[in-house]
């Protein structure tokens, strides 16, 4: 058997058995978003990981390195939430498709 029947029928075991559920929770937000002008979709994701990364950098850092066994920037967790943000935000833009 090669690899592609049995990723086949790996895929139809899940549609059978995750399919009914998502279909009923995620159908009508799809049915919302589609009446909607697509490129707002990619300007709040870029919003949301843009918010994310400003939020995280308004926190006092008494907050985000409570733990830390130093306290040198590199130890910095608003640092480190920044840059493991930016290969998603690298990602997203260069699969995006503006229209």
Not at 33 to 59: D, I, K, N, Q, R
Not at 69 to 90: A, E, H, N, Q, V
Request: aromatic residues 22%.
């Amino acid at each position: 058997m090669d690899s592609s029947s049995e990723l086949g029928w790996f895929a139809q075991f899940c549609t059978r058995l995750f399919g009914p559920a998502l279909r009923s929770v995620f159908g009508p937000v799809n049915g919302w978003l589609e009446t909607h002008y697509l490129p707002w979709a990619p300007l709040c994701a870029m919003g949301l990981f843009l918010g994310t990364m400003a939020w995280v950098w308004s926190l006092r850092s008494e907050y985000a390195n409570v733990d830390a066994p130093y306290k040198g920037f590199i130890y910095d967790l608003r640092l480190w939430t920044t840059l493991c943000l930016l290969p998603y935000i690298f990602v997203y833009l260069y699969f995006t498709k503006w229209r």
